[in-house]
């Protein structure tokens, strides 16, 4: 997989926009995404069970982030983006990739 320099320059924009609050951040970016796709809380196991609001389930704010801040922190050690091997980036995709996570799931489609 291949990042522009455009597409880098738009993750480093938003990170400097973000970095401050980054967990804030990176829940309210899962609860829009299940606002947007309410089916997609069936792909978080530790959600199928609770009957607690997303807002206060301590495992979505957990892997909000952790996930997010995971790869954040990579951003902040080395200012740029890294999709090479051993990287954070590449043990999320390994683990999206064995929960069944496709392309398919990535694309939202609005009405």
Do not use: C
């Not at 970095?19 to 970016?29: G, Q, R, V």
């Not at 978080?44 to 957990?62: G, I, Q, V």
């Not at 922190?73 to 999709?83: A, E, F, I, N, S």
């Not at 043990?91 to 694309?107: K, M, T």
Request: proline share 2%; glycine share 4%; charged share 25%.
């Amino acid at each position: 997989m291949v990042i522009t320099a455009k597409q880098e320059a738009l993750i480093m924009d938003s990170w400097n926009e973000m970095k401050d609050d980054a967990p804030t951040f990176a829940l309210k970016f899962f609860l829009r995404l299940f606002e947007i796709i309410p089916s997609a809380t069936e792909r978080f196991s530790f959600l199928r069970d609770s009957n607690l609001s997303l807002e206060k389930n301590r495992k979505l704010k957990a892997h909000a982030i952790y996930g997010g801040l995971r790869n954040a922190t990579q951003l902040r050690r080395t200012g740029k983006v890294d999709v090479g091997a051993n990287t954070s980036v590449e043990h999320l995709a390994s683990v999206h990739f064995n929960a069944g996570i496709a392309d398919v799931h990535f694309e939202v489609r609005r009405n």
